[in-house]
């Protein structure tokens, strides 16, 4: 399947939840119902000279960037493929004497790309980046100060040639990356290695027993050839028989975690009592 295509779904208005996502057609296990290319995507702070900056993918010897000697890339053609991203964080981090952590450094690449794009609707996508949600208002005072602190270090290390953004769209980036931050793992999908947006995922909502799963699909080593190396994407996967007009829902966290915790971190992170049918069941067991 195309990344970008997204006939095979609808945006709705769901229950209690907000905007939802439900499927236009009848889906079986294993099913790609969509695949999407990350809008913007960065390697943790640890991992930065490990994995590929590009295809997310950790090697044991990676080409470093010779301009600013922090990006590094499997190859030739992870190189090219990321310059049109890497272009004003290269010069950014060469300006700045080194690069910022990795907050900073996924709110800059979203903002280039806002800058290259403009922040309405693109190509592929149901939803655009300024629509996304961003939950600041919910913030506790904690939070509160750690996106000061992430402002703050964000306005030392963007470019005063490039496009100046106001104080509550940078902290809208912010909010967006600490709601919809979907975590990327290396090719084995053992080692959460980056972080990425992925506008249309945003818009699959919770359930503690999903219908749907997501694989981030770094390709494979036989791939590692091939024209799709560097395209990294996400798929989204149904679990089992889907109806048409039935919800798509994705677990936001472990399902492993016993019910209170769970319900805990959902209200912690992303702001919600859930009322799926299993924490309802649940909470008349307790
Ligand atoms: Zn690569
Ligand atoms: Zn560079
Ligand atoms: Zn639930």
Same mark, same amino acid.
């Given at each position: 399947m195309t990344p970008g295509e997204m006939e095979m779904v609808e945006v709705f208005t769901s229950e209690g939840k907000g905007r939802g996502l439900k499927a236009a057609k009848e889906f079986w296990a294993g099913d790609v119902i969509f695949a999407e290319p990350a809008y913007a995507a960065v390697v943790f702070d640890s991992l930065t000279h490990l994995v590929c900056h590009t295809c997310f993918k950790r090697q044991e010897k990676l080409?470093?960037?010779?301009?600013?000697?922090?990006?590094? $890339?499997?190859?030739?053609?992870?190189?090219?493929?990321?310059?049109?991203?890497? +272009?004003?964080?290269?010069?950014? @981090?060469?300006a700045h004497g080194k690069a910022p952590?990795?907050?900073?450094?996924?709110?800059?690449?979203?903002?280039?790309?806002?800058?290259?794009?403009?922040?309405?609707?693109?190509?592929?996508?149901?939803?655009?980046?300024?629509?996304?949600?961003?939950?600041?208002?919910?913030?506790?005072?904690?939070?509160? +100060?750690?996106?000061?602190?992430?402002?703050?270090?964000?306005l030392n290390f963007w470019p005063a040639q490039s496009q100046q953004f106001g104080m509550q769209y940078i902290s809208h980036i912010f909010g967006?990356?600490?709601?919809?931050?979907?975590?990327?793992?290396?090719?084995?999908?053992?080692?959460?290695?980056? @972080?990425?947006?992925?506008?249309?995922?945003?818009?699959?909502?919770?359930?503690?027993?999903?219908?749907?799963?997501?694989?981030?699909?770094?390709?494979?080593?036989?791939?590692?050839?091939?024209?799709?190396?560097?395209?990294?994407?996400?798929?989204?996967?149904?679990?089992?028989?889907?109806?048409?007009?039935?919800?798509?829902?994705?677990? $936001?966290?472990?399902?492993l975690n016993v019910s209170e915790e769970r319900r805990e971190q959902l209200q912690k992170q992303y702001y919600f009592d859930c009322t799926c049918e299993h924490c309802q069941k649940g909470s008349k067991m307790i």
């Amino acid at each position: 399947m195309t990344p970008g295509e997204m006939e095979m779904v609808e945006v709705f208005t769901s229950e209690g939840k907000g905007r939802g996502l439900k499927a236009a057609k009848e889906f079986w296990a294993g099913d790609v119902i969509f695949a999407e290319p990350a809008y913007a995507a960065v390697v943790f702070d640890s991992l930065t000279h490990l994995v590929c900056h590009t295809c997310f993918k950790r090697q044991e010897k990676l080409h470093r960037c010779g301009q600013c000697k922090f990006a590094h $890339y499997c190859d030739r053609t992870c190189q090219k493929d990321a310059w049109l991203n890497h +272009k004003h964080e290269c010069s950014a @981090v060469k300006a700045h004497g080194k690069a910022p952590n990795e907050n900073i450094r996924l709110a800059a690449r979203i903002m280039w790309r806002t800058e290259r794009e403009g922040g309405g609707l693109t190509e592929g996508c149901l939803v655009s980046i300024d629509d996304l949600q961003n939950h600041v208002e919910n913030f506790g005072e904690e939070e509160k +100060k750690e996106l000061r602190a992430d402002v703050e270090s964000f306005l030392n290390f963007w470019p005063a040639q490039s496009q100046q953004f106001g104080m509550q769209y940078i902290s809208h980036i912010f909010g967006v990356i600490n709601c919809n931050g979907f975590t990327l793992s290396d090719q084995r999908g053992l080692q959460a290695v980056g @972080v990425g947006i992925f506008p249309n995922l945003c818009l699959v909502n919770h359930d503690c027993w999903p219908n749907c799963t997501v694989i981030f699909n770094n390709g494979n080593h036989e791939a590692v050839r091939s024209m799709f190396h560097t395209q990294m994407r996400i798929e989204l996967r149904a679990l089992g028989k889907i109806s048409p007009g039935e919800e798509l829902t994705v677990s $936001y966290v472990d399902f492993l975690n016993v019910s209170e915790e769970r319900r805990e971190q959902l209200q912690k992170q992303y702001y919600f009592d859930c009322t799926c049918e299993h924490c309802q069941k649940g909470s008349k067991m307790i």
